[in-house]
Nanobody, 123 residues
Framework: QVQLVESGGGLVQPGGSLRLSCAASLGDFSISSMGWYRQAPGKPRELVAVIESSINIRYADSVKGRFTISRDNAESTVYLQMNSLKPEDTAVYYC?????????????????WGQGTQVTVSS
């Protein structure tokens, strides 16, 4: 089993910054990609950012230029640096990992989610 533990959420004023972390306990799995999604009240869960490698990164248009995703492979941890936060960034942020069993190879992927961390942007 893969476990994802998130941290770093909280309350911040508009224009402020927060850094989210997600540490993965992988066991006999390896990571294909890790990312962040968010869900605001009454809205569907949406992609924020995903990283497969240092050169394969995607962002939602709404966060481009403000958020930065990075990954520490040695520690199986993904970070989301959020700057210039806006009230519309308020949501529960979920860590996501697509993984595969090392012995099986990457053709069969498994998806795991963290428990979510609340980010509230308000004055």
């Amino acid at each position: 089993q893969v476990q994802l533990v998130e941290s770093g959420g909280g309350l911040v004023q508009p224009g402020g910054s927060l850094r989210l972390s997600c540490a993965a306990s992988l066991g006999d799995f390896s990571i294909s990609s890790m990312g962040w999604y968010r869900q605001a009240p009454g809205k569907p869960r949406e992609l924020v950012a995903v990283i497969e490698s240092s050169i394969n990164i995607r962002y939602a248009d709404s966060v481009k230029g403000r958020f930065t995703i990075s990954r520490d492979n040695a520690e199986s941890t993904v970070y989301l640096q959020m700057n210039s936060l806006k009230p519309e960034d308020t949501a529960v942020y979920y860590c996501n990992a697509n993984v595969y069993r090392r012995l099986q190879g990457p053709n069969k992927q498994y998806q795991y989610w963290g428990q979510g961390t609340q980010v509230t942007v308000s004055s």
